[in-house]
């Protein structure tokens, strides 16, 4: 017959007590134990760059629950309801009742499969807060001179943390992983087969990572399509248009493709012809032709010694003057400016030496009607 004082000194009442206390015990110590993780990276810094609270605090959801998940852990593990070498029963007078019902090995790999899910977990995220540190770093120290590569490698890292995190939790979860794992090779190559292109893209994206002909803003053209750069991922490269549109264009595209980078322009070329009336002497088109190369040789944010002003051709309604010249800037709004005070010097020009600009004209000749 069960009596409080066999209760008191019985094992199984013992034991659960001692796991309802470490259950304690560990969500009373888990919350300061999160604040001095979290407390002992925001110390690490190198070069005055240090790791952000905002950042580190992505890290308390998986230490919290890796913590929590220790604690029902160890708290079961010295409960009565776990099976060991001998099954533990609790009598009731004459009655047995099975109390050790959880398999000991099933609730360790249980255990091991969560405890490998959360280090995954954290390592995955430590990985995104030391690749915005190194990325900060680098704008200080340049250690790469690509900061883009450091978050492409970052993304390659966080790929194979992943995989490698879940594989460790299927060889837990699952027996006889081996035979499985031999299947998914079998279709793994079928896969690769599909994912050709996707994987096409990726190499491409680490070459051009490597042979850097952009990074992010730059100013390109790639065949058709024309804008900003704004991102450069495993797969593909994102432009944003002048229109303010987004295009995706896939890496291996790009490799193939003629890139134009006009942000690595030190200088911008302008060509045009000026046209003046058939009715300018010749000696008016060369002194037209001095009066505009003294111009351009005077003005500033035209490079010196580089302007080529030449009458060239008979047009259709003008005689045609070439005009070459670059500018010393490459910013838009800079650039334009100098060809509007260029235009209008050369109206005023013409205007000082009685010259005509000519607007497209057509003369039809017709021919007498024969008398009768």
Not at 174 to 197: F, M, N, R, Y
Not at 269 to 291: A, E, K, M, W
Not at 303 to 322: H, M, R, Y
């Amino acid at each position: 017959m069960l009596s409080l004082e066999n209760l008191i000194h019985s094992p199984i009442l013992i034991r659960l007590c001692i796991s309802l206390a470490v259950l304690f015990i560990v969500m009373v110590v888990k919350r300061h134990l999160n604040n001095w993780v979290i407390k002992l990276f925001s110390h690490i810094h190198f070069h005055k760059v240090r790791l952000e609270i905002d950042s580190l605090n992505r890290l308390q959801k998986p230490i919290n629950y890796i913590l929590v998940v220790t604690g029902i852990y160890i708290a079961l593990s010295v409960s009565p309801f776990v099976a060991y070498s001998k099954e533990q029963f609790l009598h009731i007078g004459e009655m047995e009742i099975l109390i050790s019902i959880i398999p000991s090995k099933s609730i360790f790999n249980l255990y091991l499969a969560i405890a490998l899910s959360m280090v995954t977990w954290i390592v995955y995220e430590l990985e995104r807060i030391y690749e915005q540190f190194f990325t900060e770093l680098n704008e200080k120290l340049v250690l790469v001179e690509n900061t883009v590569f450091i978050r492409y490698l970052a993304r390659i890292i966080n790929f194979f943390t992943l995989a490698l995190g879940v594989s460790a939790v299927l060889v837990v979860l699952v027996p006889g992983i081996s035979s499985i794992l031999t299947g998914v090779g079998i279709g793994g190559a079928a896969l690769a087969l599909v994912a050709k292109d996707s994987l096409t893209s990726m190499i491409a994206g680490m070459f051009l990572l490597l042979d850097k002909p952009f990074i992010i803003g730059d100013w390109v053209s790639l065949d058709s399509v024309e804008g900003i750069v704004e991102d450069i991922s495993f797969r593909s490269t994102r432009v944003r248009t002048f229109t303010q549109g987004l295009v995706i264009v896939p890496n291996s595209k790009i490799s193939n493709a003629d890139i134009t980078n006009w942000s690595r322009m030190e200088k911008r070329r302008v060509s045009f012809l000026f046209g003046v009336s058939y009715n300018t002497t010749p000696d008016q088109i060369t002194d037209l032709t001095d009066c505009i190369k003294n111009m351009l040789a005077q003005l500033e944010g035209v490079e010196k010694d580089t302007p080529l002003v030449n009458f060239t051709s008979f047009g259709d309604f003008s005689l045609n003057i070439q005009i070459i010249y670059y500018t010393l800037t490459t910013k838009a709004a800079e650039y334009l400016a100098i060809q509007e005070q260029v235009n209008l010097e050369l109206l005023r020009i013409c205007e000082e030496n009685q010259i005509e600009i000519p607007f497209p004209t057509q003369t039809i000749l017709m021919p007498k009607a024969n008398e009768s």
